[in-house]
Structure formats: C-alpha cells, structure tokens
Nanobody, 122 residues
Framework: QVQLVESGGGLVQPGGSLRLSCAASGSSFSIRRMGWYRQAPGKQRELVAAISSGGRTNYADSVKGRFTISRDNAKNTVYLQMNSLKPEDTAVYYC????????????????WGKGTLVTVSS
C-alpha cells in the first residue's frame, strides 16, 4: 500500500517561511501528479499547488508568488516552500498524489496524507 507522510508544519509569524515535505512510500509503486491541499477551520479543502511528474506546476491564485512547489522524483517526495505567510494561510495542509500500487495490483489510485498543521500567528 502506498502511504504519504507529511512533515514541516508548525507555528510561524506573519511574513515568515515554512517548508513542507511529503514522502511517498510503499513496496512497489509509481507516482504521477503530486499536490498540496489545505483546509482551514469551517472551510472546504482547496488546492494550493500541484506538480506533474514532468515538473509542470499550477497554483491557487491566493498563493502565487509566495509558494513554490517542487519534487524529487528519485525520492518520491514533494515539497512546498511557503514564504510571506499570512494569517489566512493557517490550515491543515494535506499531501495528495495520483499513482499506481503495483504490489497491491491497484492502478489509477489517489492517495492522501494525514495532514500537517500550519499556524500563522503573532
């Protein structure tokens, strides 16, 4: 089974930076698109940024110019560099990925991590 594990969340002051990481693991799998979503209290989960296996990226308008998504295909890891953080960026950030689980015989799957909390506050 493919698992996604996030790390890097925490408390940061407005204007500060954080870097989130998400590593995919499993016995035999491949990952295609990877992305980050977030869910603030009382709000729906929304896409923050996504990156294809070839490196094509897209961002939510609210984070363009402040956040950068990148990935290391050899490590099956995706990163989210968050700069100039604002209080409205406070949310649980979830890693998401599309891929195939060869060991489990499951193809065209969509996976979610458990989330990591980012709090932007003075």
């Amino acid at each position: 089974q493919v698992q996604l594990v996030e790390s890097g969340g925490g408390l940061v002051q407005p204007g500060g930076s954080l870097r989130l990481s998400c590593a995919a693991s499993g016995s035999s799998f491949s990952i295609r698109r990877m992305g980050w979503y977030r869910q603030a209290p009382g709000k729906q989960r929304e896409l923050v940024a996504a990156i294809s296996s070839g490196g094509r990226t897209n961002y939510a308008d609210s984070v363009k110019g402040r956040f950068t998504i990148s990935r290391d295909n050899a490590k099956n890891t995706v990163y989210l560099q968050m700069n100039s953080l604002k209080p409205e960026d406070t949310a649980v950030y979830y890693c998401n990925a599309d891929g195939d689980d060869y060991a489990g015989g499951k193809y065209g799957m969509n996976y979610w991590g458990k989330g990591t909390l980012v709090t932007v506050s003075s």
